[in-house]
Structures are given as structure tokens and as C-alpha cells.
């Protein structure tokens, strides 16, 4: 089957507390996204169609610098405007697949320590199920409560997991979660929309430093993390 990968960097990141987005923020003179973007290069041969997913006005700078020194010959690359919201960037990627891909992964431009290990579990997985999400067992205790701040429920731990992406779906189930779930239903991820739907989300074992980029201290752990990955190419 073919496979489409879209990469969702259309966001605003106003956690990060800076006037760039988190997604253009430099680390060792390269975009955050060029080092996602990285991550997905020893997969060309595999991917039929690769969408990068921004907002209008960065489309010239991811063609021209965040693209700037990757390898993806022989893989259809497209940098497409993204939409308001997550959500609508998504579909915008997803409408803009050639109509032959079957199989869809979707990763967040900001986690930019995806291993290839990790994708390849997912993708893997993929051929048995529909839906596939990774995700990383919770260590502290969860307890839920409610708007007067006094605990509800203290949920099951062992049960409980965060989830991340690489997410990977049937384009047909994905499409038709987009087409189903009201616009008025708040989702933060697709798997979400699928569960929605009623089909099953299969977990496949996600990674801890496959975080995503969301505040300072992310982007502290990120140099930090960056400068090792870098010193042991180095050295090799």
C-alpha cells in the first residue's frame, strides 16, 4: 500500500512564550522542523507523498531553509498551507494526498527526536490495524477534578497512557472521521477522532525523548538532547 506522511507545523506555539514559532525556533543554526523532517529522510523509499503542513506566509521559508541540506529524492514533497487549527490543517493534508495513497502517518513538526525505531513500530502495527497511535505509560498519579478544585476521582495509573505521535491510519477511516466528527467537538489528536467514530485505536510503545516541543524548559531539554545526538555523529 502507499503510504502519505503529513507533518502538521501550522501553529502559533504561544506556550513557548516567543515571538517565533516554536517550530522555526533554531537549534544549532537549523529550524526545529529541519531536524523533524530529518528523522523521516532513511524513509523516503517508503513514502509515497510527503505534505508539510504551514501557515501561508512560511511557506517560502520552509522550502528554502527548513528544507535546506535533506535528502528526499525520489519522494513527492509538497510544503501546503495549513489551517486554523490543528484539525483543519490535517484535512487540508489529507485532501491534498494523491488519490493511490491508502495508508496516511501523521507526526507533530515539533517532536523532533522521532526515532526510526518508533516509526517503524508504528508502521509495522499499521499493517494489522486501521488505527495506530504511539504513547508512553503515565508515571505520576493521575486524579481528576472538578471546577471548585476538589479531587473527583483518582484515576488507575496503570492503565492510563499519554499519548504522542507518529499516529498512523487507512486513509478511508481517517477521511471519514474528518467528514463525521461535528466541527464543534474538541479533538486534540486524531486517534481521538477515530474513537469517536467507534473503531479501535491500537498502542504501540512510544518514546520518552520523543516529546513534543511546547514550553522553555522543552526547548532547554531539546539543546541539551540535540547536542548529544550531534557529538555522537560526530564522532562516528
Same mark, same amino acid.
Given at each position: 500500500?502507499?503510504?502519505?506522511?503529513?507533518?502538521?507545523?501550522?501553529?502559533?506555539?504561544?506556550?513557548?512564550?516567543?515571538?517565533?514559532?516554536?517550530?522555526?525556533?533554531?537549534?544549532?543554526?537549523?529550524?526545529?522542523?529541519?531536524?523533524?523532517?530529518?528523522?523521516?529522510?532513511?524513509?523516503?523509499?517508503?513514502?509515497?507523498?510527503?505534505?508539510?503542513?504551514?501557515?501561508?506566509?512560511?511557506?517560502?521559508?520552509?522550502?528554502?531553509?527548513?528544507?535546506?541540506?535533506?535528502?528526499?529524492?525520489?519522494?513527492?514533497?509538497?510544503?501546503?498551507?495549513?489551517?486554523?487549527?490543528?484539525?483543519?490543517? !490535517? $484535512?487540508?493534508?489529507?485532501? +491534498? /494526498?494523491? %488519490? #493511490?495513497?491508502?495508508?496516511?502517518?501523521?507526526?507533530?513538526? &515539533?517532536?523532533?527526536?522521532?526515532?526510526?525505531?518508533?516509526?517503524?513500530?508504528?508502521?509495522?502495527?499499521?499493517?494489522?490495524?486501521?488505527?495506530?497511535?504511539?504513547?508512553?505509560?503515565?508515571?505520576?498519579?493521575?486524579?481528576?477534578?472538578?471546577?471548585?478544585?476538589?479531587?473527583?476521582?483518582?484515576?488507575?495509573?496503570?492503565?492510563?497512557?499519554?499519548?504522542?505521535?507518529?499516529?498512523?491510519?487507512?486513509?478511508?477511516?481517517?477521511?471519514?472521521?474528518?467528514?463525521?466528527?461535528?466541527?464543534? !467537538? $474538541?479533538?486534540?489528536?486524531? +486517534? /481521538?477522532? %477515530? #474513537?469517536?467514530?467507534?473503531?479501535?485505536?491500537?498502542?504501540? &510503545?512510544?518514546?520518552?525523548?520523543?516529546?513534543?516541543?511546547?514550553?522553555?524548559?522543552?526547548?532547554?531539554?531539546?539543546?541539551?538532547?540535540?547536542?548529544?545526538?550531534?557529538?555522537?555523529?560526530?564522532?562516528?
Amino acid at each position: 500500500m502507499k503510504l502519505g506522511v503529513i507533518i502538521p507545523a501550522a501553529g502559533r506555539g504561544s506556550r513557548m512564550q516567543r515571538e517565533d514559532k516554536k517550530q522555526f525556533i533554531e537549534l544549532a543554526d537549523k529550524p526545529v522542523l529541519h531536524y523533524t523532517l530529518r528523522a523521516f529522510q532513511g524513509w523516503r523509499d517508503k513514502i509515497s507523498q510527503l505534505n508539510i503542513m504551514v501557515t501561508e506566509e512560511d511557506i517560502d521559508y520552509c522550502k528554502n531553509e527548513v528544507l535546506c541540506g535533506l535528502d528526499f529524492a525520489g519522494t513527492p514533497v509538497r510544503v501546503l498551507a495549513g489551517g486554523r487549527t490543528r484539525r483543519e490543517t !490535517v $484535512r487540508l493534508g489529507l485532501a +491534498a /494526498l494523491d %488519490v #493511490e495513497v491508502e495508508q496516511v502517518l501523521i507526526h507533530d513538526g &515539533a517532536r523532533l527526536f522521532v526515532s526510526h525505531d518508533l516509526i517503524a513500530r508504528v508502521l509495522k502495527a499499521l499493517e494489522q490495524h486501521q488505527a495506530v497511535t504511539a504513547a508512553v505509560p503515565v508515571k505520576d498519579t493521575i486524579k481528576k477534578v472538578n471546577s471548585a478544585g476538589l479531587v473527583e476521582e483518582t484515576l488507575d495509573r496503570d492503565s492510563l497512557r499519554a499519548v504522542q505521535t507518529p499516529q498512523a491510519f487507512s486513509c478511508e477511516l481517517l477521511t471519514r472521521a474528518h467528514d463525521s466528527v461535528g466541527s464543534e !467537538v $474538541r479533538v486534540n489528536d486524531d +486517534a /481521538l477522532m %477515530v #474513537e469517536l467514530l467507534g473503531e479501535e485505536v491500537y498502542v504501540v &510503545a512510544g518514546e520518552e525523548r520523543n516529546f513534543k516541543l511546547t514550553t522553555p524548559q522543552d526547548l532547554a531539554r531539546a539543546r541539551y538532547l540535540l547536542e548529544e545526538v550531534e557529538k555522537k555523529t560526530f564522532r562516528r
